[in-house]
Antibody, heavy 123, light 107 residues
Framework: EVQVVESGGGLVQPGRSLRLSCTTSGFSFGNFAMSWFRQAPGKGLEWVGFIRSEAYGGTREYAASVKGRFNISRDDSKSIAYLQMKSLRTEDTAVYYC??????????????WGQGTLVTVSS | DIQMTQSPSSLSASVGDRVTITCRASQSISSYLNWFQQKPGKAPKLLIYAESSLQRGVPSRFSGSGSGTDFTLTISSLQPEDFATYYCQQSYSTPWTFGQGTKVEIK
C-alpha cells in the first residue's frame, strides 16, 4: 500500500526557516517525481514545486512565489522528500501537501497525497 | 503563466442531478488537465487525469472531457458524498496552476 506522510509543520516566526519531510512507502520512490502543494486557510490550491527522479536529472522547478527561498530535495535511500523553507513570510502560512507524480519526469500529480502539515508563520 | 478559470464558482444541486463544471485555460494545454475533489479538512482527491482518464477507485459517475482550452467535469447522478469543492489543474507547463474551485452544495 502506497503511503505518503508529511511532517515538520508548526509555528515559526517570520524570517525563520523550517524543513518539512515527506516520508513514503509502498512504491519504488526513486522512480517517481515528488511535488509539493499548499493551501492557505480558506483559499484554493497552489503548486509549490517538484523534483524529478534521478533518471530525469533530479531537476527542480518552483513557483515564482517561493523561488530562491524554498528548496526541494530527496533522499532515495530513505524514500523521503524534503521541503526546506527559508525567509518565511506570513503569506507562507498554509497546509503543505506532498504528492507522488505519475512518472519520474513530473507530468502530473497522482492520486497519492499526504494528509498535509500546517505551517503557521507568525510573530 | 497559464490561467485556469472555472465556472460556476458555486452551485446548488439535488441528489440525482446531473452536474457539469467547466474549466477554461488561457492557452492550449492539450490534454494535460486534471480534476480534484476536496472536502473540508481533507487532502485533495484525484478524480480525473489527462482530461478523461478515471483515477482507479473513483466511481464511474464522474467523467471528464474536452481538449485544448475547454474542459468539462460531469457528475452523471450526484450522490450525497459528492458535495465538495472541485478544482481543475493544468500540468502542461510550469507553474502548474489550478482553477479557483467550484463548491457543490446541497439544494
Amino acid at each position: 500500500e502506497v503511503q505518503v506522510v508529511e511532517s515538520g509543520g508548526g509555528l515559526v516566526q517570520p524570517g525563520r526557516s523550517l524543513r518539512l519531510s515527506c516520508t513514503t512507502s509502498g512504491f519504488s520512490f526513486g522512480n517517481f517525481a515528488m511535488s509539493w502543494f499548499r493551501q492557505a486557510p480558506g483559499k484554493g490550491l497552489e503548486w509549490v514545486g517538484f523534483i524529478r527522479s534521478e533518471a530525469y536529472g533530479g531537476t527542480r522547478e518552483y513557483a515564482a512565489s517561493v523561488k530562491g527561498r524554498f528548496n526541494i530535495s530527496r533522499d532515495d535511500s530513505k524514500s523521503i522528500a524534503y521541503l526546506q523553507m527559508k525567509s518565511l513570510r506570513t503569506e507562507d502560512t498554509a497546509v503543505y501537501y506532498c504528492t507522488r507524480d505519475f512518472t519520474g519526469g513530473a507530468t502530473a500529480p497522482s492520486g497519492y497525497w499526504g494528509q498535509g502539515t500546517l505551517v503557521t508563520v507568525s510573530s | 503563466d497559464i490561467q485556469m478559470t472555472q465556472s460556476p464558482s458555486s452551485l446548488s444541486a439535488s441528489v440525482g442531478d446531473r452536474v457539469t463544471i467547466t474549466c477554461r485555460a488561457s492557452q492550449s494545454i492539450s490534454s494535460y488537465l486534471n480534476w480534484f475533489q476536496q472536502k473540508p479538512g481533507k487532502a485533495p482527491k484525484l478524480l480525473i487525469y489527462a482530461e478523461s482518464s478515471l483515477q482507479r477507485g473513483v466511481p464511474s459517475r464522474f467523467s471528464g472531457s474536452g481538449s485544448g482550452t475547454d474542459f468539462t467535469l460531469t457528475i452523471s447522478s450526484l450522490q450525497p458524498e459528492d458535495f465538495a469543492t472541485y478544482y481543475c489543474q493544468q500540468s502542461y507547463s510550469t507553474p502548474w496552476t489550478f482553477g479557483q474551485g467550484t463548491k457543490v452544495e446541497i439544494k
